[in-house]
């Protein structure tokens, strides 16, 4: 079974910069997408970036022009560059994977367990 565990979170002053890395036990073949989600308190989990098998990235609104969502296959990671960071962006970080559907696979989701991102002065 795939396993994923996130990493690089923590307290940045606004306009700072992390890191988030999100490492992979198993190998997921194409199609895929992989994602980044968010949770801030007292609100639903969001989707904030994706990239796919194809290497194709989306972003939400919010957060366009100040992250990056990249792959590196040869290390199994998945990143997420965040740049000008406000307070807005403050929240838990989750590390997802859709395995598509296709011959002899059904959908399958992964999620990691989260990590903690405050952007606060």
């Known amino acids: 079974q795939v396993q994923l565990v996130e990493s690089g979170g923590g307290l940045v002053q606004p306009g700072g910069s992390l890191r988030l890395s999100c490492a992979a036990s198993g190998r997921i073949s194409s199609p895929y997408v992989m994602a980044w989600f968010r949770q801030a308190p007292g609100k639903q989990r969001e989707l904030v970036a994706t990239?796919?098998?194809?290497?194709?990235?989306n972003y939400a609104d919010s957060v366009k022009g100040r992250f990056t969502i990249s792959r590196d296959d040869a290390k199994n990671t998945l990143s997420l560059q965040m740049n000008s960071l406000k307070p807005e962006d403050t929240a838990v970080y989750y590390c997802h994977t859709r395995a598509l559907a296709s011959r002899g696979r059904p959908q399958t989701d992964y999620w990691g367990q989260g990590t903690q991102v405050t952007v606060s002065s």
């Open positions: 990239i796919s098998s194809s290497a194709s990235t």
